[in-house]
């Protein structure tokens, strides 16, 4: 996927078509690492089944990126860098793979909920990213847990 959009760019995009950012630092985000998964994540985002994401802390740190922020704005964006939604990070947490709770994974809202489900899809996800960056998957890789609150929906006129 190509890389983020300039939050600037982003910010000034959401103005023209009427929506402003809240006070507090702004970040850019997405979900998913291919069309089909961002579109099927913002799908959950938008029905308000889903109120929480996970990163995994060594590509974070491999992109050099900071972490997420408690009270950050986070300008979501689209498979094809197109704003999607606007958040507010609530809470952030950095906890080992095996440590995340069944509690986490319902409100990250994938699937039937669960935590298996949440470790089956998340492994393969991890497991991506992992080889991305030349590291391998172990059961205690660093994961950021992110809650957020929906501030905006932006519309959209295709996916």
């Not at 050099?64 to 704005?73: A, N, R, S």
């Amino acid at each position: 996927m190509k890389p983020l959009p300039l939050v600037a760019d982003l910010v000034a995009k959401l103005r023209t078509q009427g929506i402003d950012m809240p006070p507090g630092p702004v970040r850019a985000g997405r979900y998913g690492d291919s069309p089909d998964l961002s579109v099927s994540l913002l799908a959950l985002i938008r029905d308000g089944r889903k109120t929480a994401g996970t990163s995994l802390l060594w590509a974070i740190d491999a992109e050099k990126e900071p972490l997420p922020q408690i009270g950050q704005i986070e300008i979501v964006v689209d498979h094809q860098n197109a704003p999607a939604i606007v958040t507010r990070i609530t809470r952030v947490e950095v906890v080992p793979y095996n440590r995340v709770t069944a509690e986490y994974a319902a409100i990250e809202g994938e699937g039937d909920g669960s935590l298996p489900y949440w470790r089956e899809v998340h492994w393969a996800f991890f497991s991506r990213e992992c080889k991305r960056i030349g590291r391998a998957p172990t059961d205690s890789m660093p994961v950021v847990c992110t809650v957020f609150e929906v501030l905006n929906v932006i519309s959209r006129k295709a996916d």
